[in-house]
């Protein structure tokens, strides 16, 4: 794909506000799941989770923890974005093992890194690493986001929610997890979207970019 096509995508996507409930096949959304496993993170740690709901019924149970906003149920599949809620050495360990497993390098060579990451944990605040692993998980809406502009799947990145019915829907406590953002997934409604063919309005990049 070249960097015009890739720059016509982000320019043809916007936050869609309604959509039309049809589905989304397999293949486009396998392709985004990948992007968002792809995504960069911290030390190539990812401190959160997130979780596909195709559901209907679930997705029911979601709309009124999310003000009503008929994206929730009328997108073929949300990927909810959750940190960890306890993030520590054990975790650590066992990315040295996937590294170590994936790399064919003994896990022991791997001890300067890990103790870097621990040290990160142990030196934060539970508020500190919160924020830390929200960042990362922001980052993968970001690629998750682009994906679907080049799989021409409309999507609409999601903040406005309660948290806590989130997280008691979804059965996050249990989990050890904090639902921070929501990425509905399908395709626009055109005929009652306002949005649909409104021209895309962002600041003047000689307002937005400063030279140093």
Not at 99 to 114: H, K, S, Y
Request: net charge negative.
């Amino acid at each position: 794909m070249t960097e015009t096509n890739f720059l016509d995508s982000l320019k043809w996507r916007y936050a869609t506000k309604k959509m039309s409930g049809k589905q989304i096949p397999q293949e486009k959304l396998d392709q985004i799941l990948e992007a968002v496993r792809l995504a960069p993170s911290s030390f190539g740690f990812t401190p959160y989770s997130v979780v596909l709901v195709q559901d209907k019924e679930l997705q029911a149970k979601l709309l009124p923890h999310c003000y009503n906003q008929s994206q929730i149920v009328d997108a073929s599949a949300l990927l909810v974005f959750a940190p960890w809620k306890n993030i520590n050495e054990d975790q650590v360990d066992i990315y040295m093992k996937e590294i170590a497993e994936t790399r064919n390098v003994p896990v022991e060579a791997l001890g300067d890194f890990a103790n870097a990451i621990k040290g990160k944990i142990n030196h934060s605040s539970n508020e500190d690493l919160h924020t830390w692993a929200s960042k990362q998980a922001y980052i993968a809406l970001g690629f998750g986001l682009a994906a679907a502009a080049v799989e021409k799947i409309d999507s609409t990145p999601m903040e406005g929610f309660n948290p806590e019915g989130v997280n008691e829907v979804l059965g996050f406590h249990e989990k050890g997890l904090h639902a921070a953002c929501i990425l509905a997934l399908g395709y626009r409604d055109t005929e009652k979207d306002f949005l649909a063919n409104a021209i895309k309005v962002r600041r003047k990049k000689e307002a937005l970019f400063i030279e140093a």
